[in-house]
Each structure stands twice: as structure tokens, then as C-alpha cells.
């Protein structure tokens, strides 16, 4: 009986504590919820890759070439920096784009490849190559572009794949006879209509389009492939500063909602009411506490920093300007969201529960657990909602891209909007601590 009085007590005593309830069944949901729609539908499809492709050849092979790779639901092709834009990528600008982060994947087509499309034989082997260029932040990318390029080569280039074989048959083997001529003639008339009339083959799935076939590219497919990293060389150094930026941003949140339950602890002991009847507003208070906040934030996201560099040979001398405005706002959109916790709780146990669940939710989603460009695209979306995503994006241009400090302005901008929205909801939440 004893014992059944005691788990009674309990259940009573954690019904009413709606933290750990959360903490007990809301959070473990929520978590496999997440994880759940990140990996649970991608065992049988590619992510969709955004490329760049310039048609430097401007062939009636490399245009059937631009259009299947057009026609693949795992790509989204991009040909002009603007849809309004009638310029196309040059080799240039593309480049210049995947160093920005704006496409993980450009596919260069040189000129004079149309003479020589299909990689195989000794002529083809000296013939100008694709030129891959990729982003080695996103090492999926490149190999579902690669694999794509094979694919379409046996499926969507039909007539490129049987005049480069009859070259070869009349080069080893000796000149077709006139009637040989003639039905490969016709047979080539008859290929060439098809593909022109859109005709595409199918995979063994029987679709138009299906998943890329396991071809590892590169100079043993069909389409030679020269593959070149335009950004991230170091790749080991860039990746200690990714998780430097991505774990960093985790544990500034959590800081901040600590720091800032001392204003709970304040009102606990009386003190809220002694400060708010001097000549200190709510306003001028929170405003400390934030300012206060932040750099703490800072002064725990620059320790982390030293160590990386200290330890891991992090290149952090190099993009120290940088490095202090991304760390700065980042740190003021922290302690924002730490302040409008606290001014919505009522206890620190309360404040402890709801800044965990909000915290590791927006970790996941906005990429500190698990990298974004490998989530679906809906939850790459989803995690523009969080601080974490648009913080690992700001130090991903700077260590990683290399970029200069005019490129941060969307993380910038963003984040201090965070810091000012979330300061003001906190203050117009707290007026109930003035009128208690």
C-alpha cells in the first residue's frame, strides 16, 4: 500500500510539472518526428541537386545534353543567374557562384566537346572533358551530378552514342559496305526523329527520368568528367570550423536562457521589485541584461574559436573580421531569444524544460546535428526558422567561402531583425512584472 501511495505522489507531483512532462514525452516525439521526415524517405531516391550549366559548345550535342539533364527530376538546372536574365552562366560567373554558395554543382561544356561527346577510344579520351566544378562542402552532390551525366548519356543521347560506335566500327573494323550504308542511313534518320520529337529512354523502372544508376563518373563513364573543388580546399580545417559554428550556436542558446533565468531568480528574492522602484525602467533593465548576455555569448563562441585554432590548426587569424561580426550578431539573436524565454516563464524549472525542448528542436532543424543540404528541401526551409541556420551560414562564408564581409549581409541582416523582434516581444511580454 506504501508503495502504491508513493507512485501515486509521483504521477500527481509530474502531472503538474508540465516541464518534465515535456521533457518526458513531447521532446523524445519531436525528436524522432524530425530525424523521421529528415532520412525516413530517402532510402530509394537522390536529393535533389541544384547545378549550374554552361553550354560552351553550343552543339546539337550539347544542347540534347543540356535538355535531358533538364528533364531529371533529381536536378534543378539553372542556365541564367536570373530567369528574367537573358545572359547565360559563363564559365566565369558560374564559378563565382558555386564559391558563393549559391549552387553546390556547375558542369562546364567546352567547346569542341560535341565533336567528341561520348568518352571512349582514344580520340575520345584526348577530347575536351566536362568540367565538374564543385563545392566540397557538399560531398553528395557531385556524384548524383556525376551519376546523372552517365545515365543521360546511355538513355537521352542515342544518336551521340551510335555515331561515335560507327567511327570506331570503320576505324577497326574497315568501311561499311553501300547496302550497309544505306540501312544505317535510314536507321540513323529514324533515331534521330525520336529523339528530336522528345523521346527519351526509360530506365528499369519503366519511367522517363528515374534514379541515377551507380556509375561512378569521372574519366571510366561514358562522358568524360574532370572534376576540380572550387571551394573548401582545406577540407579539414573548413569542416573543424563547421562544427565549431554548428555546436557553438547550440550552446549559445543554451547559455543565454540560462544567463537570462536570472531575472526569475530576481523576482523570486524580491529584488525585481527593488530595481523596477528605482529610476531603472523595464526597458533600460532587459536592454542590460541582453547587452550583457551577448557578450557572454561572444566572449564562450571566441573560446571555442582559439581552441579550434589552438588545437585543430582552425584558420582563424585570417578571418578575424569576419569572424567577430558573425559571432557578435549571432550572439545578440541569442540572447534575444534567451530574454523572451525568461520573460515568458514563470520558475527557472519551467524556463530549464521549454528552453531544452525549443533549443534541440531548433538544433536539428537548423543544421547543428545533421548538415541542411542533406535534409529534404521542405525541412531545409523549415530550419530558416531557427537562429542555428542563418548563424552556420554567415561562419560557413566565412571560413569555408572565404567570402568578404559585404557577402554576410542576409545572415547579418537576419539576425539582428532575430535580436530586435524577439527583444521587443520580451518587453512588451515582461510589462507584467511592472503592473504585479
Known amino acids: 500500500m506504501i508503495i502504491v501511495d508513493v507512485v501515486r505522489t509521483a504521477v500527481t507531483g509530474l502531472r ?167 540501312r544505317w542511313g535510314a536507321a540513323m534518320d529514324d533515331l534521330k526523329a525520336r529523339q528530336k520529337s522528345g523521346w527519351v529512354a526509360t530506365d528499369t523502372t519503366g519511367s522517363p527520368g528515374g534514379s ?69 525602467t523595464m526597458t533600460m533593465l532587459l536592454a542590460g541584461k541582453v547587452a550583457f548576455n551577448t557578450l557572454l555569448a561572444f566572449v564562450q563562441l571566441v573560446v571555442m574559436f582559439l581552441w579550434g585554432w589552438a588545437v585543430f590548426h582552425l584558420d582563424f587569424q585570417s578571418h578575424i573580421l569576419g569572424f567577430i561580426v558573425m559571432g557578435l550578431c549571432t550572439a545578440f539573436a541569442c540572447a534575444g531569444f534567451g530574454i523572451l524565454l525568461a520573460s515568458m516563464c514563470h520558475s527557472r524549472g519551467q524556463l530549464g524544460a521549454v528552453s531544452t525542448l525549443l533549443i534541440l528542436m531548433m538544433s536539428s532543424l537548423g543544421g547543428s546535428m545533421f548538415p541542411r543540404f542533406l535534409m529534404p528541401a521542405a525541412v531545409q526551409k523549415a530550419g530558416l526558422f531557427t537562429i542555428n541556420a542563418w548563424a552556420i551560414d554567415g561562419f560557413t562564408k566565412v571560413f569555408w567561402r572565404d567570402l568578404p564581409v559585404m557577402a554576410l549581409w542576409p545572415q547579418v541582416a537576419v539576425l539582428l531583425a532575430i535580436g530586435v523582434v524577439l527583444f521587443v516581444v520580451a518587453r512588451r511580454i515582461a510589462r507584467r512584472w511592472e503592473f504585479s
Open 16 to 182: 503538474r510539472d508540465r516541464g518534465a512532462l515535456a521533457l518526458s514525452f513531447v521532446l523524445p516525439i519531436a525528436f524522432f518526428s524530425i530525424f523521421a521526415v529528415i532520412f525516413g524517405g530517402q532510402h530509394d531516391t537522390v536529393p535533389r541537386v541544384h547545378i549550374l550549366v554552361v553550354d560552351e559548345d553550343q552543339s546539337q550535342a550539347s544542347r540534347n545534353l543540356v535538355q535531358a539533364l533538364e528533364r531529371e527530376g533529381s536536378l534543378d538546372v539553372d542556365t541564367k543567374p536570373d530567369a528574367k536574365n537573358a545572359v547565360d552562366y559563363s564559365a566565369a560567373t558560374a564559378e563565382a557562384a558555386v564559391k558563393a554558395g549559391n549552387a553546390p554543382v556547375a558542369l562546364i561544356i567546352p567547346a569542341g566537346w560535341g565533336q567528341h561527346p561520348i568518352g571512349f577510344g582514344p580520340d575520345g579520351q584526348n577530347a575536351p572533358k566536362i568540367q565538374l566544378l564543385n563545392d566540397q562542402s557538399d560531398a553528395i552532390a557531385p556524384q548524383v551530378v556525376t551519376g546523372m551525366l552517365q545515365k543521360v548519356a546511355m538513355t537521352a543521347m542515342p544518336v551521340s552514342m551510335a555515331d561515335e560506335g560507327i567511327k570506331y566500327t570503320q576505324k577497326y573494323l574497315g568501311d561499311l559496305t553501300p547496302e550497309q550504308k544505306k
Open 212 to 280: 541515377a544508376g551507380g556509375s561512378s563518373g569521372g574519366s571510366g563513364g561514358v562522358i568524360a568528367v574532370e572534376t576540380r573543388g572550387v571551394a573548401g580546399d582545406h577540407r579539414n580545417k573548413q569542416m573543424i570550423s563547421f562544427y565549431a559554428a554548428a555546436f557553438g550556436v547550440m550552446f549559445l542558446l543554451f547559455t543565454a536562457s540560462g544567463s537570462a533565468g536570472a531575472l526569475l531568480d530576481e523576482q523570486d528574492s524580491g529584488t525585481l521589485d527593488r530595481v523596477l522602484s528605482s529610476r531603472v
